[in-house]
């Protein structure tokens, strides 16, 4: 229970306050104790985790076919899909990697031979990164619908910067 004082004696001016020890939270994203984070190793140390989603996508997929509720089934299918875009953002990430790897190998390769390491800049990669990507429409035959739907979209935002004409 806390001290009773008398409202008629004045607050002594350095009163005495037991003091609390402030919690100190620390954030493991920056901190030194939790070590660097290496996506290489992340990945091998989670990669069970990559089964267990593609048992629980099956899963998913097995009560979608099953179910009789629409709205159950509105859910199901917004599931459904948000896995296979984790899935699919997934791959392109290591697709990522791996392509900076093979470029990291090839200058080291260059560095042995005693030449002079060349870096590519942030838009000369991007430009690399859309050649693949048109490459890889193209093989897959998908490349004209891809083009068509680009030209829409650049359309619209050309007609937003004209003037209106009313």
Do not use: W
């Not at 020890?21 to 091998?44: A, Q, T």
């Amino acid at each position: 229970r806390p001290l009773e004082m008398s409202a008629k004696k004045p607050v002594p001016f350095l009163r005495q306050v037991v003091s609390v020890r402030k919690k100190v939270h620390r954030d493991p994203r920056f901190d030194d104790l939790s070590g660097e984070y290496k996506p290489e190793i992340f990945m091998k140390t989670y990669s069970f985790l990559d089964s267990i989603k593609k048992q629980e996508k099956e899963m998913v997929q097995k009560q979608l076919k099953k179910c009789r509720n629409t709205e159950q089934k509105e859910k199901l299918q917004q599931l459904l899909n948000r896995m296979t875009q984790q899935e699919q953002a997934q791959k392109n990430q290591q697709k990522l990697r791996e392509r900076e790897l093979a470029l990291k190998r090839q200058q080291r390769e260059l560095a042995k031979q005693g030449k002079k390491p060349f870096f590519l800049k942030k838009s000369e990669k991007r430009k690399l990164e859309l050649a693949e990507k048109y490459a890889e429409l193209k093989r897959s035959g998908k490349l004209e619908s891809f083009l068509n739907k680009k030209r829409k979209r650049n359309a619209i935002k050309d007609k937003r910067h004209l003037p209106s004409q009313k």
